[in-house]
C-alpha cells in the first residue's frame, strides 16, 4: 500500500517479504519519480522525487544506483522495471522496461488504492489531467474519461514555477503559503505566457507575492474546472495528484473552494455533514501516483515482461545512443569536411578592419 506501514523504520531490503523487487519510474517534463515495490504486498519500500533539470537519463540513472544500493543482493533477473512519463520513450530500450501510458498508469494506482474515488486531478511539469469515473447503471462497472491539456503548459507546475521566479517568492516559503481568496487578481491561465504577462505587470504595480501567487492559483483551478472537466461534472470523494497538488497548501485550499461553489451552481448535491477536506483530498505519496502505477500494471503483465537489463545500456545511451538517435533523424550536414568548412570560413570571414590613410592635402 501506499503510506507508511507498521515496520516503515527497517530499511527497504528487510522489508522485502520475497527475492524480487518491481520498479516503477515516471519521467516526467520536470522531474523523475521512481518507486520500489514488493511484488507480494505491493508495499511501496523505497520512493524518490527529484527534478532532472532537462537531464532524464542521467537522473533515472542516479536514482537506479540508489536503488542498487539499497538492494544489493537481488539478482539482476528478479527485478523487472516498468516506466511512464513524457521522457520514458527513449529510456525504455536501454532498460529494458515497458512503457505504460501515463494515464493508465494514473487509474491502476487509483484503482487499487482508492476504489471509492470518483474524479482524479493531477498536475504536473508540464501536463494537467482530469479523470472522471462513470458508472454503468446496469452492470455497475466503473469507466474512466480522461482529458489533458493538449495545446498549452499553461495551468501546470512549469508555469507556476515562472510565476514563482518573477514573484520574487522562495520555493519554501510558497509550501507554506495559505490560501487568501479575500485579494485576487486577473491572471490569464489560458496561455502561460499571458499568465506570466499578468504577473509580471502585477509585480510592477506592487501587489504583494502572497497576493500574486493566489491569483495564480484561482485563474489555474478554474481554467482547469472550466476546460479539462469537459462539461462533466467532478463528483466526489476528488483526488488531487502530482507534484503541485502536493506541496502547495494554497492551491490544495483553492481546489476545496471553487470545485464546492461549481457543485452548488450546477446543483449537485453533496454531502455537507462530511469534512471538505475528505470529499476533496490529497492521498499521501500523491507525487508517486504514476510511478506506483505502472508498478501495479507490471504485476498484470508476464514473468518475462520488463526485465531490467541493469546500468550498463543506460550509460551506453547516455554516452553515446542521443547523438546516434539524433544522426537517424537529422538532415545533411553543413559541411561535408574540413575544406569545406575552411572554404565557408574564407568566403563569410569579416574583413580585419584597416584605418584608412589619405595622402597630405587631402581631407
Same mark, same amino acid.
Given at each position: 500500500?501506499?503510506?507508511?506501514?507498521?515496520?516503515?523504520?527497517?530499511?527497504?531490503?528487510?522489508?522485502?517479504?520475497?527475492?524480487?523487487?518491481?520498479?516503477?519510474?515516471?519521467?516526467?517534463?520536470?522531474?523523475?519519480?521512481?518507486?520500489?515495490?514488493?511484488?507480494?504486498?505491493?508495499?511501496?519500500?523505497?520512493?524518490?522525487?527529484?527534478?532532472?533539470?532537462?537531464?532524464?537519463?542521467?537522473?533515472?540513472?542516479?536514482?537506479?544506483?540508489?536503488?542498487?544500493?539499497?538492494?544489493?543482493?537481488?539478482?539482476?533477473?528478479?527485478?523487472?522495471?516498468?516506466?511512464?512519463?513524457?521522457?520514458?520513450?527513449?529510456?525504455?530500450?536501454?532498460?529494458?522496461?515497458?512503457?505504460?501510458q501515463e494515464v493508465n498508469s494514473v487509474t491502476m494506482a487509483v484503482d487499487h488504492l482508492h476504489p471509492d474515488v470518483r474524479s482524479?486531478?493531477?498536475?504536473?511539469?508540464?501536463?494537467?489531467?482530469?479523470?472522471?469515473?462513470?458508472?454503468?447503471?446496469?452492470?455497475?462497472?466503473?469507466?474512466?474519461?480522461?482529458?489533458?491539456?493538449?495545446?498549452?503548459?499553461?495551468?501546470?507546475?512549469?508555469?507556476?514555477?515562472?510565476?514563482?521566479?518573477?514573484?520574487?517568492?522562495?520555493?519554501?516559503?510558497?509550501?507554506?503559503?495559505?490560501?487568501?481568496?479575500?485579494k485576487l487578481h486577473h491572471v490569464a491561465a489560458k496561455c502561460g505566457v499571458f499568465a506570466e504577462t499578468d504577473i509580471v505587470n502585477?509585480?510592477?504595480?506592487?501587489?504583494?507575492?502572497?497576493?500574486?501567487?493566489?491569483?495564480?492559483?484561482?485563474?489555474?483551478?478554474?481554467?482547469?474546472?472550466?476546460?479539462?472537466?469537459?462539461?462533466?461534472?467532478?463528483?466526489?470523494?476528488?483526488?488531487?495528484?502530482?507534484?503541485?497538488?502536493?506541496?502547495?497548501?494554497?492551491?490544495?485550499?483553492?481546489?476545496?473552494?471553487?470545485?464546492?461553489?461549481?457543485?452548488?451552481?450546477?446543483?449537485?448535491?453533496?454531502?455537507?455533514?462530511?469534512?471538505?477536506?475528505?470529499?476533496?483530498?490529497?492521498?499521501?505519496? #500523491?507525487?508517486?501516483?504514476? /510511478?506506483?502505477?505502472? =508498478?501495479?500494471? +507490471?504485476?498484470?503483465?508476464? %514473468? &518475462?515482461? !520488463?526485465?531490467?537489463?541493469?546500468?550498463?545500456?543506460?550509460?551506453?545511451?547516455? #554516452?553515446?545512443?542521443?547523438? /546516434?538517435?539524433?544522426? =537517424?533523424?537529422? +538532415?545533411?550536414?553543413?559541411? %561535408? &569536411?574540413? !575544406?569545406?568548412?575552411?572554404?565557408?570560413?574564407?568566403?563569410?570571414?569579416?574583413?580585419?578592419?584597416?584605418?584608412?590613410?589619405?595622402?597630405?592635402?587631402?581631407?
Amino acid at each position: 500500500m501506499v503510506g507508511t506501514p507498521p515496520g516503515a523504520s527497517l530499511s527497504p531490503r528487510a522489508r522485502l517479504t520475497g527475492d524480487s523487487i518491481v520498479v516503477g519510474i515516471d519521467v516526467g517534463s520536470t522531474t523523475v519519480k521512481a518507486v520500489v515495490i514488493d511484488p507480494a504486498t505491493r508495499e511501496i519500500l523505497w520512493s524518490d522525487y527529484q527534478r532532472h533539470e532537462t537531464r532524464q537519463a542521467e537522473k533515472v540513472l542516479e536514482l537506479l544506483v540508489a536503488i542498487g544500493d539499497q538492494f544489493q543482493d537481488i539478482d539482476r533477473g528478479k527485478i523487472r522495471a516498468f516506466i511512464t512519463g513524457s521522457g520514458a520513450g527513449p529510456l525504455k530500450e536501454p532498460l529494458g522496461a515497458k512503457f505504460v501510458q501515463e494515464v493508465n498508469s494514473v487509474t491502476m494506482a487509483v484503482d487499487h488504492l482508492h476504489p471509492d474515488v470518483r474524479s482524479v486531478i493531477e498536475l504536473g511539469g508540464q501536463d494537467a489531467k482530469i479523470i472522471i469515473y462513470k458508472e454503468n447503471e446496469q452492470t455497475g462497472d466503473k469507466r474512466a474519461i480522461a482529458s489533458m491539456n493538449d495545446k498549452c503548459a499553461s495551468g501546470t507546475g512549469a508555469t507556476i514555477d515562472k510565476c514563482m521566479i518573477k514573484a520574487g517568492m522562495d520555493p519554501k516559503d510558497a509550501c507554506k503559503l495559505p490560501w487568501d481568496p479575500s485579494k485576487l487578481h486577473h491572471v490569464a491561465a489560458k496561455c502561460g505566457v499571458f499568465a506570466e504577462t499578468d504577473i509580471v505587470n502585477l509585480v510592477k504595480s506592487g501587489i504583494p507575492s502572497n497576493e500574486i501567487l493566489c491569483s495564480l492559483a484561482d485563474a489555474i483551478v478554474s481554467q482547469n474546472l472550466s476546460v479539462l472537466t469537459r462539461g462533466n461534472t467532478l463528483k466526489p470523494r476528488v483526488l488531487l495528484l502530482g507534484g503541485p497538488n502536493t506541496y502547495l497548501p494554497f492551491l490544495q485550499a483553492c481546489w476545496r473552494q471553487r470545485i464546492p461553489e461549481t457543485w452548488e451552481t450546477r446543483g449537485f448535491e453533496w454531502p455537507k455533514d462530511v469534512p471538505i477536506e475528505e470529499l476533496i483530498f490529497v492521498p499521501k505519496d #500523491a507525487q508517486y501516483y504514476a /510511478a506506483y502505477g505502472a =508498478a501495479i500494471y +507490471g504485476l498484470h503483465e508476464p %514473468a &518475462d515482461s !520488463g526485465l531490467y537489463r541493469g546500468l550498463d545500456p543506460l550509460k551506453e545511451f547516455i #554516452a553515446h545512443g542521443r547523438k /546516434a538517435k539524433l544522426g =537517424a533523424k537529422a +538532415g545533411p550536414p553543413l559541411v %561535408a &569536411d574540413d !575544406g569545406a568548412l575552411e572554404a565557408f570560413r574564407s568566403e563569410y570571414r569579416i574583413p580585419k578592419f584597416e584605418h584608412a590613410t589619405f595622402p597630405k592635402g587631402r581631407v
